[in-house]
């Protein structure tokens, strides 16, 4: 499995431009960088919380669907437009608590790793 990070630009706030402003912005440049076909999942507080084993058996079932492409979306300081969130395949949150943008996309980055882990038969607790 070939992992890639991807990241965009800061959004400038500026005085005239609203939260939900940026939001739309923000989800129209992360639709461009999606992959045609992707499966995507958001990362959202209101999404479904799995165990690491969960997260391996899920990307397993995703993988059997015959998707090439799998995409974690990561939200900025205002979280993701609801528009982008709709169009996802799945929502899946970290923790009932709030991250930094950096520290959500480490804990996601362990949590991946953890579930190729499992996938391989590897002992993954020590």
Do not use: W
């Not at 919380?49 to 079932?61: D, H, Q, R, V, Y």
Request: proline content about 4%; hydrophobic content about 40%.
């Amino acid at each position: 499995m070939e992992i890639n990070v991807l990241q965009t630009k800061k959004i400038r706030a500026g005085s005239k431009k609203s939260h939900q402003k940026i939001l739309e912005l923000e989800a129209d440049v992360i639709r461009k960088m999606i992959p045609t076909g992707s499966y995507t999942i958001a990362m959202e507080p209101s999404g479904r919380c799995l165990t690491s084993e969960e997260l391996a058996k899920t990307i397993t079932e995703i993988e059997a669907m015959g998707h090439r492409d799998l995409v974690f979306i990561i939200g900025g300081p205002f979280g993701l437009a609801a528009s982008l969130v709709a169009g996802c395949n799945q929502c899946l949150s970290l923790s009932p608590m709030t991250f930094t943008h950096d520290m959500a996309r480490l804990i996601l980055a362990e949590q991946i790793y953890r579930a190729c882990t499992i996938r391989s038969g590897l002992p993954y607790h020590h």
